[in-house]
């Protein structure tokens, strides 16, 4: 290449990266982080971000925070630090199954291969996940690199840990010194989780599609909600239960409405975008399915669908009221300008500026089944070669989904 060539070169005319090249340019690691940088428009001016807090804002207090942590992260052995922590641990509002495993993994006393080897027990000792380390509890709940995605996954958005840990404990540690009580807890349900799937005699990798990132962070997070409502029912003497209705909801007649998904690869190098356009008859006027070579975590692909949506329905000239997305928090990011200056600052910038050439679009959250069209037609993306865009007119893959949506 040129020597004064800039990243320009290295994009496709499809507004994605130039695979081709950056394999011809770059080495398989480089390549992948490359993957990971959400695509903009290319508008929006360089800016300072604090990776070390969400939103990528400095503040007083994340200084202070990180600053503590460090010292702490050294402090493990210290008797009165590991009471305080194990107490709090104790405290943690998760179910109590979950919480004695943590405590089986901080003491390692989990039947690993290695460790039923050091009991008498006849084993090569080997992950049957990887088959690449020895299965000890770090390995099987953290280091395993069949585990990779689920930690991209979690950990978008959250400070890097330091690696290179000597026990499971000290992870446990130093990530509870690194977040928030809300990620920990994530974190606690995550592992406990990932060794059921691990030892589940159905599961595909040993693992229950762990490769799966999405499965197991989901899963997760859904148990952590299912635990919380059924607990606050429990305070009001009764279980408490919500009732939606199941199908899309049509828009006021002569406006339209927009609905999109994306659908990340298994190996993550690939994202599939669906996006469909329907009036208030439930008739369709355009959709598509995208597909991006990219390697973003579920919730930045779903970011970069609504943003690849917005600019579908201008080109289509159908503009709608409402775009709508199964994921609240980027509507929250949308609406009050949360995490500009973060990783995905350059999308949401670009988001903005889309919306503010346009009246009275708003964006809203639905519930998945009623994305279900978007989501079929993000997952059909991943089959094909080039994008596919359908005018009056949709993949047959969202049929059943369209004709659900039907009045009557």
């Known amino acids: ?15 994605g990266w130039n695979m081709h090249l950056l394999k011809d340019i770059f080495n398989a690691e480089d390549v992948d982080s490359i993957l990971r940088i959400p695509m903009g428009l290319g508008r929006s001016e360089d800016d300072i971000m604090w990776h070390y807090k969400e939103n990528g804002m400095f503040t007083v207090k994340s200084g202070y925070w990180i600053g503590r ?32 495993f943590v405590w089986k993994t901080c003491n390692d006393w989990i039947p690993t291969k290695v460790n039923i080897a050091h009991r008498g027990v006849q084993t090569n000792g ?26 991209e996954e979690w950990l978008y958005g959250i400070i890097p840990l330091r690696g290179n840990y000597s026990t499971f404990f000290n992870l446990v540690w130093d990530v509870s010194c690194l977040v928030n009580k809300e990620h920990m807890e994530l974190f606690y349900v995550m592992v406990w989780k990932i060794w059921f799937c691990r030892n589940s005699r159905n599961s595909t990798l040993h693992g229950c599609q762990m490769h799966k990132r999405q499965n197991v962070v989901c899963w997760s997070k859904d148990f952590i909600a299912d635990f919380r409502n059924i607990e606050n029912g429990k305070k009001d003497g009764f279980v408490r239960t919500k009732m939606y209705d199941c199908n899309w909801k049509p828009p006021d007649e002569g406006a339209y409405k927009a609905n999109c998904d994306a659908v990340v690869e298994n190996s993550g190098n690939q994202i599939g975008l ?37 600019q ?26 949360e995490k500009w200056n ?31 069209a978007a989501h079929e037609l993000a997952k059909y993306a991943l089959g ?25």
Not at 127 to 146: D, I, M, V, Y
Not at 312 to 337: H, M, Q, R
Not at 391 to 397: H, I, P, R, Y
């Open 274 to 310: 669906g996006m469909v356009i329907m009036d208030s008859a439930v008739e369709v006027l355009a959709s598509c399915s995208q597909i991006l070579e990219a390697n973003l975590s579920t919730k930045m692909a779903k970011l970069v669908a609504i943003h690849k949506c917005l």
């Open 1 to 15: 290449m040129d020597g004064n060539a800039t990243v320009n070169c290295l994009i496709a005319p499809s507004g």
């Open 342 to 372: 973060s990783y995905g600052g350059t999308i949401l910038y670009d988001i903005s500026n889309l919306n503010s050439t346009l009246k009275g679009l708003t964006f809203c959250h639905v519930r998945k089944r009623h994305n279900k």
């Open 126 to 151: 080997l992950c049957e996940a990887c088959k690449a380390s020895n299965e000890t509890t770090l390995h099987s709940l953290w280091e395993c690199r069949k585990l990779k995605h689920i930690h």
């Open 384 to 408: 094909i070669s080039k994008d596919v865009y359908w005018m009056e007119d949709f993949s047959g893959c969202i049929s059943k989904d369209i004709e659900a949506d039907m009045p009557g």
């Open 312 to 337: 579908f329905c201008i080109n289509c000239g159908l503009v709608p009221y409402a775009i709508e997305t199964d994921d609240a928090s980027l509507v929250k990011w949308i609406t009050v300008k």
């Open 69 to 100: 942590c460090l010292v702490e992260s050294s402090s493990s052995s210290n008797p009165r630090l590991l009471k305080s922590w194990w107490n709090s641990f104790w405290k943690t509002k998760i179910m109590l199954k979950v919480k004695i």
